[in-house]
Structures are given as C-alpha cells and as structure tokens.
C-alpha cells in the first residue's frame, strides 16, 4: 500500500465508520484494518501528520454532508466520529508538541437546565476531528461557567446547546451575557428547538442544524 492509497483508505474509513481490524462496522468491511491500523502505518511511513489530519476532514465532511441531507443517520456519524477519534488519539502528540497547529479554540456546553447530550457530543468530536482544539463543558451550564472559560481562554469561539424549547430562555440570557462582556466572541447556537431567526434573534453570530454546519461555520473565520 503506497502512501497515497493508505490517505485514501483513512478518508474511506472515517467516512465509512471503520475503527480497526477487529470492529465489526461496516459489514462490508469486516476483515479489514481500519483508522487505527492505517494512521499507525502512515506515521511510520513519515507521512506527515497535517496530512493525515487533512485525510480525517475528509472523511468527516462526506459523512458530515451525507447526515446534512438525510442519507445518513445518527449511528452511523457516531461511529464515523470513533473512526476520526482513533486517528486523533495518534495526532494528539503531535498537536502538544507544535508539529500540527490547531484553527482555534471551541468551547461548547449545553445550557443551564438542559442535560441532552447527544447533539453536543456529536459537535464536539466532529469539530475536534477537524483540528480545533475543543473543551467541552458539559450539561446544565450555568452562564458563570462560560464565562470563566472565555477569560482562561481568549480568542475562542463559543457553541451553545439546547434539546429543549424550555431552556431557550437560558440560552438567550447566557448569549446575552457573554456579549456584553465579550462582544468580539462569536457565538454559535444550535438544537432541536432553534432556527437562524431565533439565533438572530438572541443576538447569537451562527445557527447550525448539525455539525457539519457547525465545522463550516468556525472554518469560515479560520
């Protein structure tokens, strides 16, 4: 396997949802090695890890914009995401020591009196997958909590989550709170319940639907 084929089969398998040789997703693939074994044999082939980083985008972005049009489904971007996990897991060393440079800090959290997860989580390791570096705060987030994160870390981009159409109220006083005090940070909503006129409407700067939205949009400023 040239180095080019082992590029091409770690965008297939992060796109296909194929961890290693002994995962059993996708069928199709069984018997076969996956991201884990290809991004092992790509650093030994001094393949450089911006490379193989670019290769798990990707892969994310045709799985990303297969979930966007409803081809599919919430299963399947969740095992994507392992695949693109098990690539990072051997990029991390290479992200602390300087050699691949994130885009920028993305903290994400569900807002105060929501504990849906699932939405934020899929955020979270898609956008980490694409080279932000993501510190994710949790459920039921008090405002304070965003707040204190933003002064530890200047610069970044905030991402708000709500499952429910009760907590959209919270989401609208902690939006609030954080441009009055920081009015430079761009903040991006999303959820169930939301839509651009709600975003706008609480003075939120994006609305994704779902996480491939939500790359673009932090892609956009990088």
Not at 72 to 84: D, N, R
Not at 115 to 127: A, C, F, P, Q
Not at 148 to 176: D, R, Y
Request: proline share 5%.
């Amino acid at each position: 396997m040239n180095n080019q084929e082992l590029i091409e089969n770690i965008v297939t398998c992060v796109a296909r949802g194929k961890v290693s040789l002994e995962s059993p997703f996708p069928k199709d693939l069984i018997g076969q090695i996956g991201t884990n074994e290809l991004t092992k044999i790509a650093l030994e082939n001094n393949i450089s890890p911006d490379l193989i980083l670019k290769a798990c985008n990707d892969g994310m972005k045709i799985i990303g914009e297969r979930f966007g049009k409803g081809e599919a489904f919430v299963p399947e971007l969740l095992m994507s995401a392992k695949a693109m996990n098990a690539v990072m897991i051997h990029l991390k060393p290479f992200f602390k020591s300087g050699t691949v440079k994130s885009k920028g800090k993305f903290i994400i959290g569900t807002v105060l009196g929501d504990l849906h997860d699932i939405g934020k989580n899929l955020v979270s390791m898609v956008v980490e997958g694409n080279g932000w570096e993501v510190i994710d705060l949790g459920v039921d987030c008090k405002t304070e909590k965003f707040i204190s994160k933003i002064k530890e870390n200047p610069g970044c981009f905030v991402g708000l989550s709500a499952l429910l159409t009760t907590t959209m109220a919270n989401m609208n006083k902690t939006v609030q709170e954080i441009k009055k005090q920081f009015p430079e940070i761009k903040i991006l909503v999303g959820g169930a319940p939301l839509t651009m006129e709600a975003a706008i409407q609480m003075g939120a700067d994006g609305y994704s639907p779902n996480p491939q939205g939500a790359v673009e949009y932090l892609n956009s400023w990088v």
